[in-house]
Structures are given as C-alpha cells and as structure tokens.
C-alpha cells in the first residue's frame, strides 16, 4: 500500500512540475514579444511586449496557436475574439483560413496519391487533362510539364493568387478560372516562362493540380481530402468546404485594415487547393507532426521516407513540393505562411528536433504579418530553437567630428558603374545610391548599412596623406565597390 501512494504522489509532483513548466513557457511566449530587427545594437534596451498588447497595435483581434515540444502538442490557446461585434471569443476550435498553407496540405494528399500510384509526378500534365486544354505558347509548346513542376512553382505559370469573392457574388466554375473568364475575377492561367526555368510562385498552377484531380480522381475535392488527408491525420476541426458549409459555425470573421469585418464574414475561395482550407492551429500541428513522423520513418507514417525525402527537397529557391525549405542555426525546418483576404498564418517545424508552431489569426494580411513572426520568434526564444531568430549584434561607436567631415563627397565607382553621395545629417552619415540610408560606425573609419549589416563600409586615403579620396563595400572579405572621391 505504501508503495502505491509513494507512487501516486510521485507520479503528482512530476505531473504538476510539467504543467508548471508548460504554464512557465505559456507566460514567457505571452510576455516576450519584440519588434522584428536585422540589427540590434549593443547596449541599447530591447523593448518586451505582452500579446495582447501588440494585438492592439498591430489590429489583431484573434490568434490562436499551437506549440510542438519534443514530438507532441505541449499546449494550445487562442487569444481575443473571433466575432468581434458578436463578442465570441476565439476558442482553440475556432477555425480560420489558412490560405496558402492548403499548398502544403494538398501537396501531402498528391503525394499520397502518388504512392497509390494513382499520379506520376513526371507525367506530362496535358495527359492528364481531359477538360481543360492547356494554353500552350512559345514558352511552352512541345515541353514537358509535370506535376512536380507544378507542386514546386517551376511550371512557369501566371497568376500569382487570387483575391477571393464576397460570399454574395457569383462564383466562378475552375474552367472559367483557369481561363481568366467572368465571374471569374484573376487574369488566365498561361505560360510566362518555360517549365523548369523559373520558381515562379503561382497559385493558378495550383489550381491546375485542382483540374487534374477533377478529371482524374474526384471532382469534389473538399470529400476527397477529408478522405485523403485530414481524417487519417485526425484534423477534425478542418475543412475544404468553399464557401463554407453551414454547420461550421465557431469560424473567425474575417477583418480589413481598420478592423471592420468583411461583408458576409468571408471571402470565397473556390480554386481550394490554393487557398480554401480552413483549420484550426491544433490541426496544422498535426499535419507539422505526421511530417515529422514521416521523415522518422516507420509502419505508421503517413509518407514513405522517399517520398517524404522527395517532398521536402527544394526544387528550386529554397521550396519543395508545396512546401518552403529553411536552415536557421544547425536546424532544418519546413513552413508556409499563408495570406488571405481578413487572415494571416505561418506554421514552421523542425526536420530533426522535434519542434514547431502554427499560429493563425483573422487580421488583414498587412496587420497580421509582422505580429504571426513575432509570437514566431517568441516561441522559438521560449524553446531554444538554436538560432532561429538571430539578429546581428553591432556595437557603436562615435566618431569625432572633424573626422566625419573628411569622409562627406561624391565617390564614383566605374564597376559597378554608380555615383555615391556621402552627406553629413546632423551627427550622423547617410549614403545615397539607389536610396537614401544612415551609415553606423564601428570603426573610425568603418561603418555598415541596416540594408545590409554584415557588409563594411570603408573609408581610406590612397595616397596614405589623410586625405579621405576612397570608399569601399567589402562583402565577405571581397571588394566589391571600389569608388574615388571627385574634389
């Protein structure tokens, strides 16, 4: 008997010390909130803010986020409301749209299908379309273009995204999309650059993966990926539904720049593969851990590792397939963001570690960004993501007066061929080349550019007499403006 209550009480301090500690993170996460900098300089205050606090400032007026430690969900919360003129508050079911973040989770359900070797990812796509012609052109005819082109955003297609549609309007069939026709409100989808040449983003060649499922697999998506992805993954508070059915009640109200709900409570997003999924952040960090578990490896991964390997490779400019690719510190990590009418999202997770966060909110996508990349940052502080969030550390100095004055002229540089104005602003440099930005000292005769930190500005007589004559950008130990001073 005694050893089973030595156990019980045991087993309480060690649950209650968890939950002190995830309380403890929660707080830190809330509280430790800063303005996002390239630069911070040494000595200088670096101001903490509580959520709720920018949340007001940046007309915020709901989050919701899911953290992942150590290979599970540690907590979850949303912060604000979801209906601000009904006063819901947001809960962690309530659902938003994520946006670009469907890319990822379409791309998961082709890869799917191609392991049920139901898709090729290197067969030619006109194969696969049966009623929609491709708008071949010059840049095209007579090319390849494969699903993986289109996946990768390396088809070469047009039509970046899509602006949506007030739930009133008339909405438009994937043909007249894709063919740039009314109601339709984009430009056509067509060739911009030949396949394979480019990353060239488009959610228009999104919406041809949303053709080719049509003709080949489903013509209702929405009941295809509840199949295919979101029940296997348990993302039961998820949906493809465009517009939204009506019993999804608990979703967040869309807001414009000053907070003004959007007419209708949301835009429409009928193209769905590119922009319709609506989920909550619990439900990305699910999607974040079968990811993760895929890459592990195992009898219950939802990906093969090849597959997983495959899907995770950048193609090109740092993106896999529906999926962007990051190194930060000696971590790898997987995350899309996403950016719709009234919502801003980001999610990020570890290749290796175990980590990760998905963070949604219903704020202008203008309003939304810098705040998701704050609490981004924020979490990857409460956890130790190894150099995640790094900005560059600069101490400065001050430079005597009569110093200052020596380095003010006009420099021209024959290679790259450019003038550059150096002109004195009270007791500050600036340079003026393309654009107008202050010079920080660090050296006496060295200084660098917030633009771009880690580059030496340098200032020096040719002649060794004191006479300033010379300025140069030394980027990695490499001279690459050599510019004269013109007396």
């Known amino acids: 008997m005694k050893s089973k209550i030595l156990l019980l009480i045991q087993c ?4 209650s010390s968890y939950l002190f500690s995830q309380t403890n993170k929660i707080v830190q996460v809330e509280n430790n909130l800063t303005e996002v900098r390239a630069i911070i300089f040494e000595d200088s205050l670096v101001q903490q803010y509580n959520i709720l606090d920018r949340m007001r400032f940046y007309k915020v007026p709901s989050v919701s986020i899911a953290v992942i430690h150590n290979g599970i969900i540690e907590w ?9 003129e009904h006063k819901t508050v947001a809960d962690t079911n309530t659902i938003y749209q994520v946006a670009s973040i469907s890319k990822s989770v379409n791309a998961l359900g082709i890869m799917k299908l191609v392991e049920q070797n139901k898709l090729s990812l290197s067969k030619d796509i006109r194969e696969y379309l049966k009623t929609w ?8 005819y007579g090319k390849t273009i494969t699903l993986k082109n289109l996946l990768s955003h390396t088809a070469g297609l047009s039509v970046r995204g899509f602006v949506g549609y007030p739930t009133s309007d008339l909405i438009p069939s994937i043909n007249q999309i894709l063919n740039g026709e009314k109601p339709a409100n984009n430009e056509p989808v067509k060739p911009i650059y030949s396949p394979g040449s480019h990353y060239q983003y488009s959610g228009g060649g999104s919406t041809v993966i949303r053709k080719i499922l049509d003709d080949n697999i489903s013509s209702n998506y929405e009941q295809l990926m509840q199949g295919l992805v979101l029940e296997p993954l348990k993302m039961g508070n998820s949906t493809f539904s465009q517009p939204l059915a009506a019993k999804y009640t608990n979703y967040a109200v869309g807001y414009d720049k000053e907070m003004k709900p959007l007419k209708g409570g949301y835009y429409v997003y009928p193209e769905q593969t590119a922009g319709g999924l609506w989920s909550t952040a619990t439900d990305i960090a699910k999607f974040i851990l079968e990811i993760q578990r895929s890459i592990k490896g195992g009898k219950n991964a939802f990906l093969s590792k ?3 390997s495959e899907m995770l490779t950048p193609v090109m400019e740092n993106y896999g397939y529906g999926i ?3 190194q930060k510190g000696g971590e790898k990590y997987f995350w899309h963001e996403g950016e719709s009418y009234g919502y801003r999202s980001i999610y990020y997770g570890s290749f290796t570690s175990g980590n ?3 963070i949604l909110t219903n704020a202008y996508p203008e309003n939304g960004r810098p705040f998701v990349i704050e609490v981004l940052n924020s979490v990857a502080t409460a956890y130790g993501w190894k150099e995640f969030y790094n900005p560059i550390k600069k101490k400065l100095i001050n430079v005597p007066e009569e110093i200052i004055n020596k380095y003010v002229g006009e420099y021209f540089s024959e290679n790259p061929a450019i003038k550059i104005s150096i002109s004195k602003d009270k007791e500050y440099l600036t340079l003026t080349a393309r654009q107008t930005e202050q ?8 200084f660098f ?3 771009s930190p880690s580059d030496k500005c340098v200032f020096s007589s040719s002649k060794n007499n004191g006479v300033i004559d010379t300025f140069q950008v030394v980027q990695n130990g490499k001279v690459v403006v050599d510019a004269r001073k013109r007396f």
């Open 12 to 15: 309480t301090l060690f649950f």
């Open 356 to 358: 990760g966060v998905a």
């Open 306 to 308: 090849n597959l997983i």
């Open 439 to 446: 010079l920080y000292p660090v050296e006496v005769d060295t």
């Open 449 to 451: 550019l917030a633009s």
């Open 324 to 326: 962007g690719i990051e």
């Open 76 to 84: 979850a919360k949303a912060y604000g409301y979801a209906d601000i």
């Open 133 to 140: 012609k491709f708008p071949d052109n010059e840049l095209s």
